[in-house]
C-alpha cells in the first residue's frame, strides 16, 4: 500500500465499517455494502475479507451477511471508559419517555454526521423504526441532525450545504431552501420538529446537548407516529426535550474525559 493510496482504502474501509454496523444484528450482504458505499463489488468484497482477516468483520456462512466482528469489540471495550456517556444518558431518557410515552433517543455528532448511541422505548405501542441505535445520518437529516446543524456557527452552515446536495439523496424536502427555514424555525424555539421527511408518518423532535465549551456535540429525540405529534403538543414536547437536554448538558459537562473537553 503506498502513502499516496492509503487514505483512499482507508476511507473505503471506514465506510464499510460504518455500513455494517448501520445494519446491526441483521446483517448486511456484500452487494448491499456496495451500493451503501458507492463502491464496486469486487472491490467491496476485497475490502471486507481484509477486514474479516484482522477480525475487524465477521461473515456468516451460510447466509453470506457481514457481522462487526470480535477484534471491533475488544476495543470498543478499551475505548469506553473514555467514551461511553451511555450510563449518563440513560436514566435522562428513561425520564423522557416515560413522560411523553414515545421513545426517546440520544445520539452523538461526529464529523459531518450523527449516529444513535441509545435508546429508551415509550409506552405508547405504535412506534416509528427509522432511528435506531447505530443508525447515521448526515448534519440536516433527521431530527437530531438538525438541531445539531442549527445550532451551529453560520459559517460552518454555510460551508456544509455548500459543499452537500442532501435533496439528491434525501428527497425534495432536503432542499437548501426548506433546511434554511427549518434552522431558522430551530433556532427561534431552541428545538426542532421532523415532520416525516424521511418515512411518511414517521415524526420526530429533539434538542441539542452541549459540552464544557457550549458547544453542540449531542442531541435528544423523541420519535413517533404522526398523530402523537400535532401542532398543539409541539410546545410541551419541546419544553420537556429542551429541559432534558439542559440537565444532560450540566451532567456531560461535569464527567471527566474527552466529552468535556
Do not use: K
Amino acid at each position: 500500500m503506498t502513502a499516496e493510496s492509503s487514505p483512499s482504502v482507508l476511507g473505503r474501509a471506514a465506510s464499510l465499517l460504518r455500513a455494517v454496523a448501520a445494519g446491526g444484528d441483521i446483517g448486511v450482504s456484500t452487494s448491499e455494502l456496495a451500493r451503501r458505499t458507492d463502491l464496486a463489488r469486487p472491490t467491496a468484497h476485497r475490502l471486507l475479507s481484509s477486514l474479516a482477516e484482522e477480525g475487524f468483520l465477521d461473515r456468516d456462512a451460510s447466509s453470506g451477511l457481514w457481522f462487526l466482528g470480535p477484534e471491533l469489540f475488544l476495543m470498543g471495550s478499551l475505548a469506553a471508559e473514555r467514551y461511553d456517556i451511555a450510563d449518563v444518558a440513560r436514566p435522562v431518557l428513561r425520564e423522557l419517555a416515560r413522560e411523553t410515552g414515545e421513545s426517546a433517543f440520544l445520539s452523538a455528532r461526529r464529523g459531518n454526521e450523527t449516529v444513535c448511541l441509545v435508546g429508551e422505548e415509550g409506552s405508547f405501542p405504535l412506534r416509528s423504526h427509522v432511528l435506531h441505535v447505530g443508525i447515521r445520518f448526515p448534519l440536516g437529516v433527521a431530527s437530531a441532525g438538525l438541531v445539531l446543524l442549527a445550532h451551529l456557527p453560520d459559517r460552518d452552515i454555510e460551508d456544509w450545504l455548500s459543499r452537500n446536495d442532501l435533496a439528491a439523496q434525501w428527497g425534495a424536502r432536503h432542499t437548501r431552501e426548506e433546511l434554511a427555514q427549518r434552522i431558522a424555525a430551530t433556532r427561534e424555539t431552541g428545538w426542532c420538529v421532523n415532520p416525516g421527511l424521511l418515512v411518511e408518518g414517521s415524526w420526530g423532535m429533539a434538542a441539542a446537548v452541549f459540552d464544557r465549551r457550549d458547544e453542540p456535540r449531542w442531541a435528544l429525540s423523541l420519535t413517533g407516529v404522526e398523530s402523537r405529534f400535532r401542532a398543539e403538543r409541539h410546545d410541551a414536547l419541546g419544553t420537556l426535550l429542551l429541559r432534558h437536554a439542559h440537565e444532560l448538558s450540566l451532567a456531560l459537562s461535569r464527567r471527566p474525559g474527552p466529552a468535556t473537553r
